[in-house]
């Protein structure tokens, strides 16, 4: 069992940052892919970033690619994502999910994930 707590959200103006953080508790964090998600008022869940078990790899959709970043720390047990040049239309509830990977893969489909975090809400306004 693997419990996660996010943190960091908050209400930031448009084009601010901020950086979450996921604190993971329970199995070896280590042998866990990690992954964001997000889910908008009235939307889906919407990936947002993934990050390998050892953190050599990452993958973002265009959506967020190069305003977003995934990295992790594996001494810490935590992921962060670390969201650059905001917009309101990144205003959500963030969440982190974990699952147990034999190797370096990068799950991105929400169904694949086994554990997964309360969720932090992100408010950009305009």
């Known amino acids: 069992q693997v419990q996660l707590v996010e943190s960091g959200g908050g209400l930031v103006q448009a084009g601010g940052s901020l950086r979450l953080s996921c604190a993971a508790s329970?199995?070896?964090?280590?042998?866990?892919?990690m992954g964001w998600f997000r889910q908008a008022p009235g939307k889906n869940r919407e990936f947002v970033a993934a990050i390998s078990r050892s953190g050599g790899s990452t993958y973002s959709p265009d959506s967020v690619k190069g305003r977003f970043t995934i990295s992790r720390d594996n001494a810490k047990s935590t992921v962060y994502l670390q969201m650059n040049n905001l917009t309101p239309e990144d205003t959500a509830v963030y969440y982190c999910?974990?699952?147990?990977?034999?190797?370096?893969?990068?799950?991105?489909?929400?169904?694949?994930?086994?554990?997964w975090g309360q969720g932090t809400q992100v408010t950009v306004s305009s």
């Open positions: 999910a974990a699952k147990w990977v034999p190797r370096a893969t990068i799950p991105i489909n929400q169904y694949e994930y086994e554990y």
């Open positions: 329970g199995r070896t964090f280590s042998t866990y892919a």
